[in-house]
């Protein structure tokens, strides 16, 4: 009834073509401004530019995001998709716990050990987003996010390993694999940025 009262509000001119007419005052249609006025004019939370900013490779990044999202596909998401588990307990700490994002990263026992290593203490009584941003001011350096991102891609690939190709959890193993990965940032790192992670991962035993 609304398009049919609009239709007979209006004047038409039955000498005159039709023609398409598009919402930002031109007759000719560009994808560009098409995307523009369909997308909002939010801005993204500022955790997310400071991840995408990193010098991490592509897939660490992607990785990342889908974690700060709670978008991995831990065990404790495949019970909330509803998928059946034999067991959706955390498989690096076998304590019962169910592995949630915020588990296996921060509050595993072997994920702690891991950071420790580096050493990055978590506080776990802060919010997500304070207990990162008390870590980075402790940490004391500007490489923080491609240490960060890059200990929990090795923690991820550690409990893969483990899930689908009967791995084992070795503190060792885990440090050897985090300095092959950072090895690999250096590369796509900018020459400032390349160098001190270069650096910091020399002097980590």
């Known amino acids: 009834m609304e398009v049919i009262n609009i239709m007979q509000d209006r004047s038409w001119d039955t000498n005159s073509n039709d ?3 598009y ?3 031109l007759e000719t249609f560009s994808s560009k401004k098409a995307y523009k006025s369909i997308s909002t004019s939010s801005s993204a939370p500022p955790i997310f ?3 995408w900013a990193s010098s991490n490779m592509g897939n660490h990044k992607f990785f990342f995001w889908l974690l700060v999202r709670d978008r ?3 065990r404790n ?3 909330r998709k509803n998928m059946h588990l034999d067991d959706y307990n955390c498989v690096l700490c076998n304590q019962g716990s169910e592995e949630t994002c915020f588990h296996l990263f921060f509050e595993c026992p072997f994920s702690r050990d891991c950071w420790a290593t580096i050493p990055i203490i978590w506080d776990l009584n802060l919010s997500p987003l304070d207990m990162v941003l008390q870590a980075r001011e402790a940490f004391h350096s500007t490489i923080f996010r ?6 929990c891609w090795i923690i991820w690939k550690t409990r893969n390993k483990i899930i689908f190709d009967n791995g084992q959890k070795c503190i060792t193993q885990w440090k050897r694999h985090f300095k092959d990965k950072l090895s690999l940032v250096c590369t796509k790192a900018k020459e400032n940025k390349s160098r001190l992670i270069s650096l ?3 002097s980590y035993t």
């Open 146 to 151: 491609e240490i960060m991102i890059t200990a």
């Open 77 to 79: 998401i495949l019970r």
């Open 72 to 74: 991995l596909n831990t």
């Open 23 to 25: 919402r930002w005052g």
């Open 19 to 21: 023609v398409w007419s």
């Open 49 to 51: 530019k400071w991840l």
């Open 200 to 202: 910091w991962r020399d």
